[in-house]
Structures are given as C-alpha cells and as structure tokens.
C-alpha cells in the first residue's frame, strides 16, 4: 500500500516538513556526486549510526562524527537509493504537515529529532554489536506516524493498492498505520525484513503515539480572533 494523500486539512504551512524534505534532498544530492565507489562507502562510516561504536564494542570509524552519539542525527539525512529517500520523503510529507501543524514549528523539529534518537536507541538494543552502518530518516518519521496515529484516527488516507490491477482507496488512519506498525513488529520478531531497521520503526512509532499522547493533554487550546 502506498499512500497518496490525506484529508486532514492543515492550518499553517508546513514550514520545518518542508526544510526536512530540503535537507535531506540537499544531502542525497550530495551522495550522488560522490558516486559508488570508495568515496561513498567512507561518507556513510564516517556519518552513519553503528550501534556497536556507539556501546563500546568497535573503535569508531577514522573520520568519524564526534563525539559519536552526533551520528544519530547525521544518519537520519542520509539514504541508500532512491526509492529509498523518495518513500520516506513522501510519508514525511503526507503524515508530517499535520502534526507540525498540530505541535507548532519548533515543538515539532524537536519531536522529530527526538523520535530519531529513539528510534535508532531501540535499534541498538536490538543488535548492540552491530557494525552494519544504519541510515535514514524512517525512525523519525515512524514517530511521525505514531503521533499521527493517535492524532488523526478517522483521517482518510488515500491509497494505491496493487491486487491484480492498481487501484486506489480510502483507509482510515488507523487502519493504514495500524498495520504499517503490526507488519513492523511482525519481520521484527520473525526476522522477516532484511537490511531494514525494523525495531528502529517500532521504537520511533511507539514513541510518536506517546509523546502525541502527552501532548493532547497539555496542549492550550488555540484561540482565533476575528475582527
């Protein structure tokens, strides 16, 4: 299922989504100038997340970030391919113009580096040793999901569905994400998903839903003047 669209209307432009996307956009570009070869693999141990450098159980890469828990957020601009960059950009956009419309621009950016940094904790904790570098913004959108989860529950999310023909319907939100986060938890737990941090997504999803959570309960309602 690839999701198209939503109906949940917005308030204010999306300003940080939008400077998100631009980053990310500006650091692919960036990737590609340097090819495939060498060049490329020493960008991504230099600027990727290896949880194993970061409890302790390798030496961190030369020319790495320091100190190196900075690499968290080096990685979450950093992809692999371009179906790669343009999925995750495409759900940052959909999912991620509501809840910044919803938190505000500066309490959103915080939410989304956040929800990084924990989504790629939980990901170490699935594989503390780990030397494979991790890239990609997938654990701060995940958060971004979570928090829409609970958010928007009734939001129609338009869909394309491919079952013999491709097709595209209506899903509520709930549903939708519901199970993006069951088919998480379930190549998580059945090691189903290859070079794909799937515990980085559940742990980013699941913090989305509670910081969302705690924030509708001490969230000031908005007043609008009219003259």
């Known amino acids: 299922m690839l999701p198209i669209r939503d109906d949940q209307p917005t308030r204010t432009f999306p300003l940080v989504t939008f400077l998100l996307i631009l980053a990310n956009a500006l650091v692919w570009l960036l990737e590609l100038s340097l090819g495939t070869g060498q060049a490329l693999d020493t960008f991504y141990y230099q600027y990727a997340f290896i949880p194993g450098v970061l409890t302790g159980a390798y030496q961190a890469p030369t020319g790495a970030v320091a100190p190196y828990f900075l690499s968290i957020f080096t990685s979450m601009f950093i992809h692999g391919s371009w179906s790669h960059i343009l999925g995750n ?13 919803y938190l505000g621009h500066g309490k959103y950016l915080l939410f989304y580096l956040v929800g990084g940094v924990v989504a790629a904790l939980f990901h170490m904790l699935s594989g503390p040793s780990s030397q494979v570098p991790t890239i990609g913004a997938s654990g701060a959108i995940a958060a971004v999901m979570g928090a829409y989860f609970f958010l928007y529950p009734t939001a129609r999310i338009h869909t394309l569905v491919v079952f013999i023909f491709i097709t595209s319907v209506q899903i509520p939100a709930w549903i939708f994400l519901g199970i993006w986060f069951l088919m998480q938890l379930f190549e998580g737990t059945y090691g189903a998903a290859q070079g794909v941090a799937v515990w980085a997504h559940v742990g980013g999803f699941l913090f989305g839903v509670l910081a969302a959570w705690f924030a509708s309960r001490h969230r000031t309602p908005r007043v609008e003047y009219y003259v």
């Open 89 to 101: 950009m495409l759900f940052l956009w959909i999912f991620g113009n509501n809840i910044e419309d």
